[in-house]
């Protein structure tokens, strides 16, 4: 659910790496002011000798010092790159007013150095910390979540080995094409395989039957309900877009919607609308299999065929 969109997911607000963000702001607010009546506090408290970037819990931290030093995880606060010149002022020679620069060339382009030369070479003001990435070089909570999100996802994706991965282009599509939520909400359940179909509700052992209910001939799987199935197929032959389903080359509901967009609606005109038809014929199918199943009532294609022209007809009014 805390996945971004792009990766999947529903893009909602992880509170846990949040709440680091904020805890990762007030280090920041330590470091840039030592001085700080709260911040003298500490250090004479757990580091008086040491630096805040190195110390420790202990063994009697206060919850608050504990809670504190959760937000030194931030890669950008821990990084310390000793190759590299910590101050601007030890990359100046106060003498002859110029740069040395040789020790950190191979670290910065040829553009960045004659960038740095073209500068006054010395200054009476004081060194201050800065992060890279910043554009004023201070911390910024919402940045800090963000990356902090990013690291934890590639370490669960380098844990994990799912044994199939959606093409972003496909998230990307559902939550931006012009559509009610809960059609977006239904595509994104879909693709994901996250259905109430009858195979996998037999995998949650809620059912004893994976058969599909309206043919009763194969298993019921996302992709059987809304292209493979016979009476299916005859809503995408007899809608709007007239397209026969290729039985034999669907693996995934993902990838025949990556192959429609990229070579049946590539260059086409009226994409969008096609696109939108596409979604509307998917919610349609499934609604009628779900009125199978709970009413009792037969999937009709013309029926199904109908409402989806009915649908399309109001767009125009929630496209606006």
Request: glycine letters at 6%; charged letters at 25%.
């Amino acid at each position: 659910m805390t996945k971004v969109k792009s990766m999947g997911g529903m893009g909602f607000r992880d509170l846990n790496l949040f709440n680091i963000s904020l805890l990762a702001k007030q280090c920041w607010k330590l470091l840039q002011n030592p001085k700080a009546l709260w911040a003298r506090v500490l250090k004479g408290g757990y580091f008086p000798k040491g630096a805040f970037l190195n110390a420790k819990q202990g063994s009697r931290a206060s919850w608050v010092w504990a809670s504190l030093l959760q937000g030194v995880v931030l890669e950008k606060l821990t990084d310390d790159n000793h190759d590299l010149h910590q101050k601007v002022a030890e990359l100046m020679t106060k003498e002859n007013n110029c740069w040395k620069l040789n020790q950190i060339r191979r670290y910065i382009s040829e553009d960045q150095v004659k960038a740095i030369q073209s500068l006054p070479a010395y200054s009476r003001g004081q060194d201050k910390m800065v992060l890279t990435g910043s554009k004023d070089g201070n911390y910024v909570v919402k940045k800090g979540c963000h990356e902090l999100k990013e690291k934890v996802m590639k370490e669960v994706e380098r844990r994990a080995s799912p044994s199939h991965n959606v093409n972003g282009k496909v998230w990307k599509w559902i939550w931006s094409i012009s559509l009610p939520q809960k059609i977006k909400h239904f595509l994104w359940r879909a693709v994901g395989n996250l259905v109430a179909t009858n195979g996998n509700l037999v995998k949650r052992r809620i059912k004893m039957s994976e058969l599909c209910p309206v043919c009763l001939k194969e298993a019921e799987t996302v992709e059987h309900t809304l292209l493979l199935c016979d009476w299916a197929q005859c809503v995408w032959y007899g809608g709007a877009l007239g397209f026969k389903v290729d039985c034999h080359r669907i693996t995934t509901l993902d990838q025949w919607l990556l192959q429609v967009f990229d070579v049946v609606l590539k260059g086409k005109k009226n994409k969008e609308w096609m696109e939108m038809i596409i979604a509307f014929t998917c919610w349609h199918i499934w609604k009628s299999r779900c009125s199978k199943v709970f009413k009792g009532r037969e999937c009709d294609p013309r029926k199904c065929i109908e409402r989806n022209s009915a649908r399309m007809g109001e767009a125009p009014e929630w496209l606006d």
